[in-house]
């Protein structure tokens, strides 16, 4: 079985934010999937929106046909060009050579891959184009599932393909050091936190007293996410009589395992209390209905977008204490922490919460006011210019 990974926060010796504003002339083409829309693809959609501002021209190149393109196209601010590469199998090799085509075309200086497949195209078309490549780590490839096989396989393909990267860009301190452990070298990796806009949605109001509590758990739902293991913690909370509802926002990653969700919940009888909002394009609008998010991942985390997003729209968060996580949230501060997979301490977390043990506006101002010091999008686009300034020689 798969085990969480934590580890004590200390300050990152190698994180890289530039003090003043960084603006350079480049031209960069992201190597995404692009089949879901989930929170990689919400950083990679801020890269595409905000670079611009920092002097970078980034476009996109799809190994696979979905959402991103998708919602590209019906974007009200534009993300820049999303070219189709699709792969037509995992060991497909022919989308490095379309990229060597875009790189001829349009002048791209560097290549900017975000996972193992990506890395292993992008490290075949740097050699092909003489472009450098660098890689963005997003969750660890060897815990990012309990599919054991297709951990090994994306774990194997990203080692071997690092080995020609330029650089690599970590989202939290955890990964930074899950990389060291791994042979990169400190001198190769930049930590640049995941960074989400300010929302123009805020929870504003108060909690009435003495009424129905709103959780939400906004995710692609899947088994590392540990749904089920908040489930269980809903079932404790409602037969200790607390009025409890949980809006479960975003999509099934398979119907498999959706089927085994609706089971676990009908055997549980709490279908009165789970309600399903399904794939949202808005999800700050959804944030404040609620009056907490839960985010109950058994492992597999980088920093997730969605504990951001619902700092940026003042909502205390409860979640687990696994990989970049504790560096947004300090316990009993911006919202609370849990041990992964752990059901009851899950429960007594939201029931302290619940009960005005802790302070649901004092929470709700310190989220708000540690995204707008730490977690901005523009923070986060600054800092990976930042990284394309070392790398690219008629950037600098």
């Not at 196209?73 to 189709?84: N, Y």
């Not at 349009?106 to 292993?120: C, D, E, I, K, N």
């Not at 409602?238 to 085994?260: A, M």
């Amino acid at each position: 079985m798969l085990q969480p990974v934590t580890h004590t926060f200390t300050p990152p010796a190698a994180v890289v934010v530039p003090p003043q504003p960084v603006t350079i002339d480049a031209r960069v083409l992201h190597v995404i999937n692009g089949e879901h829309f989930a929170g990689a693809e919400r950083v990679q959609s801020h890269l595409g929106r905000c670079l611009p501002q920092f002097g970078v021209q980034a476009d996109f190149a799809c190994l696979k046909r979905g959402k991103f393109s998708e919602l590209a196209e019906q974007a009200d601010e534009r993300w820049g060009v999303v070219h189709e590469t699709a792969m037509s199998h995992r060991a497909d090799l022919r989308p490095a050579k379309q990229i060597c085509d875009l790189i001829r075309q349009h002048h791209y200086q560097l290549l900017h891959a975000h996972t193992p497949r990506a890395a292993m195209i992008s490290a075949a078309a740097s050699v092909l184009s003489g472009v450098p490549w660098i890689y963005h780590v997003h969750s660890p490839a060897s815990r990012d599932s309990k599919r054991k096989w297709a951990n090994h396989i994306n774990a194997w393909i990203e080692k071997g393909s690092l080995h020609t990267a330029a650089h690599l860009i970590t989202v939290s301190e955890s990964l930074r050091l899950d990389c060291e452990a791994r042979g990169v070298s400190e001198d190769r990796i930049t930590v640049v936190h995941n960074g989400v806009p300010a929302s123009d949605s805020l929870r504003e109001c108060e909690r009435a007293s003495n009424s129905r509590w709103t959780l939400g758990m906004v995710a692609l739902m899947r088994p590392r996410k540990g749904l089920e293991i908040l489930l269980d913690a809903i079932a404790q909370l409602t037969s200790e009589g607390h009025d409890i509802n949980l809006q479960c926002i975003g999509p099934f990653e398979s119907e498999d395992y959706r089927k085994t969700i609706q089971q676990q919940i009908d055997r549980l009888r709490i279908g009165d209390r789970v309600h399903w909002t399904g794939f949202t394009e808005d999800v700050p609008s959804a944030l404040v209905q609620l009056d907490a998010l839960v985010l109950p991942s058994l492992f597999g985390e980088g920093l997730p977008m969605v504990v951001l997003e619902a700092m940026a729209a003042a909502i205390p968060v409860v979640a687990t204490r696994v990989e970049g996580t504790p560096e947004a949230i300090t316990h009993g501060v911006e919202g609370l922490l849990a041990e992964p997979g752990n059901a009851d301490d899950l429960a007594n977390q939201i029931a302290d919460l619940m009960s005005g043990q802790h302070c649901w506006r004092a929470m709700s101002n310190a989220a708000l006011e540690r995204h707008r010091t730490s977690f901005s999008d523009l923070a986060m686009s600054g800092g990976v210019a930042g990284v394309y300034q070392q790398v690219i020689p008629s950037a600098r």
